[in-house]
């Protein structure tokens, strides 16, 4: 049989380093029954080949990685036990730990060739040169080792492998680079390797338990193997990042075997929680939060699975949520808690909260970061930066449903290390109805494998679906018939105990004059409006009211939070105040007007704005005015969509009946009925397409960049992160960083300059007002956060 013959064939599972000698390749002989294409080529004699192998990789001692500052290198051997040894251990939690260790010692088997050895050393010399790929030929071993992509399963071995570095990539594209790359001499040089190390009897005994498990799995669906090639993949990622960090930075890894522990959180929640049930005074309000916080310490002792938490807007949603996730993650040995929020408005609110019942340093707080640039080609220049991407190795997160999902649906090693974390964990979906509708498909796909027991084929996780205004996910035919319990079954009752406001609906539209003059006859109102450009367009009608301020994403947050405390001061004190406001201020923020006007929006948005009227229940009835701006703008999509329900609805019915939870759920019906649910993710999914499912999911549409404005510290904490592009000063600069679309940039480049050295961060020029924040009047994004 020729050469290239046997090298295209397939050799049975467990059979890829079958009669391959332990020998050093310098010392092998010509009886030697290994692959035979990888075997001395003709004309050559067998120590005269094995001695190059030997030259190649340096004897069976090749290095992972460059020396540390301490002038040690890394050992691969080293690298690859360890590695394997964490993976094992995070896909333990899911039931795939022979897949986690496999996966492991293949990744980085592709720097055991002459290239790459070659490259560390220049490297090590401080000179720079061309990076050299590593990861195709570990894939490689395992693509050949399963039957060159004829077994079922092989993707869970090839992909992660593959793409370690450069991101989780398609099937079809994988196979056909994989196949090349047998024929490749850098394939050789790493069989070669393989051939004589110690490894290779684990490693054919690991991928015959490993392809059971991932049979076991995904049980012939492809969107089960979907999803554990990307559990399976986040668990790789964040061991090799947890090892290099070891190697490079021993001082850092230490630091994260520190930390609170989730009995010791409970302690001080439960400690503070008796103490506030003590002092507060006794209310209808206080009441029914008691009822709620009482029901989710019931409900912790139910088994894991999905949940829904219905309190209406006031009724201690926050604190219960958290109660019921702590306590249940004790009761049944769940390994954290994790918290996502849709807005940029409460997130900080939220995570401060819970560092005041906790401690400051209880909350890891996770909002979008600067992640360096990609690719195989920077690693070692890009290293350590990558080494401070957040893996969620904390009892408590609380982050973003964006970063959240965004994460799940990634194909990006930054964004995926973490993800494996989710299993066996509780996920709180804060405000859980601002779900895109046309994502519902791919999200309640993924909300449904992860709240499965791991013996089902899941990954044990609880996930809790927490608003005031449950949507009715159930017509999306991936979640029904599934059983999701109530945390608290007498939610009703507390419906109708706290209806602590009237609502009135304007007949006619108003115009901005006409709006303009009826807040100005009232000394403490809210009005929300659908869009950043109607919000200018009243503040504009109002002149120079020096009562009025202005609350949306055209300020930073800094800016933000000022006027919030502003707002609160003059509503504490009985003086006048008029807030203007988008969607930004709805949904948690702790507001407590007398009367709330809101521009007639999806009918879940109302309901949040009527929760900033009244909160607290001091007047015996709030009053929130429903209308129609004769000027104003909704945004495109599924938002105008669900303003057209709502409008229709509000027309058929009193507005009294917006007491009724059972409003809301007719109401999400005809949006879910209406919008499409998927995007054609599923199809992608199915096909293990994982670029291009993170291109398609996208809780945010329009791409928008950072842009610094000249107000407070802005300028300065921007100055800061240049001399020191840490994560902790691009953490101190967001306060001062306001959205932008691409296509805005391109439109005002006169006011924009880019930042040297960093892609898509920018400084504002033109002007900034106190009050209106950018002046300029764009189009309104979304009040989620990237």
């Not at 090892?243 to 994260?256: I, K, N």
């Not at 923020?589 to 229940?617: H, K, M, S, T, Y």
């Not at 058929?652 to 009925?673: C, M, V």
């Not at 398609?696 to 404005?709: F, P």
Request: proline share 7%; glycine share 8%.
């Amino acid at each position: 049989m020729g050469r290239k013959e046997v090298l295209r064939g397939d050799p049975p599972l467990g059979t890829l380093a079958q009669g391959l000698g332990t020998e050093c390749p310098n010392r092998f002989s010509s009886s030697t029954t290994a692959f035979a294409a990888l075997r001395e080529p003709p004309g050559v004699s067998a120590r005269t080949w094995g001695s190059r192998i030997a030259l190649i990789i340096g004897c069976m001692d090749p290095k992972a990685h460059t020396p540390n500052p301490q002038g040690a290198w890394h050992a691969l051997k080293d690298h690859l036990e360890a590695v394997s040894r964490l993976a094992g251990g995070f896909a333990q939690h899911f039931g795939t730990p022979s897949l986690g260790q496999a996966l492991a010692l293949l990744h980085d088997l592709g720097k055991a060739t002459r290239d790459f050895q070659a490259y560390l050393k220049v490297a090590a010399e401080g000179k720079r040169t061309n990076s050299v790929p590593h990861a195709v030929w570990g894939a490689a071993l395992a693509y050949v080792a399963l039957g060159s992509g004829q077994h079922e399963g092989w993707e869970a071995f090839g992909l992660p492998v593959m793409g370690h570095h450069a991101g989780l990539p398609k099937r079809g594209e994988a196979a056909s680079k994989l196949a090349q790359a047998l024929k490749e001499e850098p394939f050789k040089e790493v069989a070669a390797f393989l051939r004589s190390s110690e490894l290779r009897t684990r490693l054919e005994g690991l991928l015959n338990e490993a392809l059971k498990e991932v049979r076991s799995k995904t049980a012939g669906d492809p969107l089960r193997l979907d999803f554990l090639v990307r559990m399976a993949f986040s668990a790789l990622v964040d061991a090799d990042y947890l090892d290099t960090e070891a190697h490079f930075d021993p001082s850092v890894a230490r630091l994260r075997q520190e930390g609170y522990s989730l009995e010791k959180l409970w302690a001080r929640f439960h400690r503070d929680q008796e103490a506030l049930l003590q002092r507060v005074r006794p209310s209808l309000v206080n009441s029914v939060r008691r009822e709620v916080y009482e029901a989710c310490l019931q409900a912790a002792e139910l088994s894991p699975g999905l949940f829904r938490l219905t309190v209406p807007t006031g009724g201690g949603k926050t604190r219960s949520g958290l109660a019921f996730a702590l306590r249940h993650a004790l009761k049944h040995g769940l390994r954290r808690v994790v918290v996502a929020i849709p807005y940029t408005s409460i997130i900080d609110q939220t995570a401060q909260v819970y560092r005041e019942i906790l401690g400051e340093e209880a909350v890891l707080e996770h909002h979008s970061a600067y992640e360096p640039p990609l690719g195989e080609e920077q690693e070692e220049n890009v290293l350590r930066q990558r080494l401070a991407t957040e893996n969620w190795d904390a009892p408590l997160v609380v982050t973003t449903t964006v970063q959240l999902f965004e994460s799940l649906f990634s194909n990006r090693p930054s964004k995926m290390r973490k993800v494996h974390r989710l299993a066996r964990s509780v996920i709180l979906l804060d405000e859980v109805q601002t779900l895109p509708p046309e994502l519902l498909k791919p999200t309640l796909e993924a909300l449904r494998l992860l709240a499965t027991p791991v013996e089902e084929g899941g990954y044990g996780a609880t996930v809790v679906l927490s608003t005031a205004t449950q949507p009715t996910f159930e017509v999306v035919p991936t979640f029904q018939g599934l059983p999701v319990r109530e945390i608290v079954p007498d939610y009703p009752r507390h419906f109708a105990r706290l209806q602590r406001v009237v609502y009135e609906r304007r007949p006619k539209p108003l115009s901005w004059e006409e709006l303009a003059r009826e807040l100005q006859a009232r000394p403490q109102v809210m009005v929300v409006l659908n869009t950043r450009k109607d919000a200018l367009a009243l503040l504009e009608a109002l002149g120079e009211d020096p009562h009025a301020y202005h609350l949306s994403t055209l300020l930073c947050p800094a800016h933000r939070r000022e006027v919030l405390e502003e707002v609160r001061r003059r509503l504490r004190e009985g003086a006048p105040v008029r807030l203007i406001s988008t969607q930004v201020v709805e949904a948690g923020v702790d507001l407590d007007f007398p009367e709330v006007w809101r521009a007639i929006g999806p009918l879940d948005r109302v309901v949040q704005a009527a929760g900033r009227c009244n909160r607290e229940g001091r007047l015996d009835k709030g009053k929130v005015v429903l209308f129609w701006p004769e000027e104003g703008t909704t945004p495109r999509g599924p938002y105008r969509v669900g303003v057209e329900k709502a409008r229709l609805l509000l027309e058929e019915h009193p507005p009294e009946r917006l007491h009724d939870p059972g409003l809301y759920q007719a109401y999400f019906k005809e949006l879910f009925t209406t919008v499409k649910t998927d995007k054609g993710i599923q199809e992608h999914r199915k096909d293990l397409d994982y670029p291009e499912v993170a291109r398609r999911y996208r809780l945010i549409q329009e791409d928008t960049v950072s842009v610094v404005v000249p107000y407070g510290e802005g300028l300065a904490r921007l100055e800061a992160f240049q001399k020191a592009p840490s994560l902790q000063n691009w953490r101190r600069l967001q306060a001062y960083v306001v959205g932008l679309f691409r296509n805005q940039v391109r439109e005002r480049r006169g006011f924009l300059e880019a930042v040297p050295g960093f892609q898509d961060l920018y400084v504002w020029r033109g002007s900034y007002d106190p009050r209106r924040g950018l002046v300029e009047e764009y189009a309104d994004p979304s009040d989620l956060i990237v």
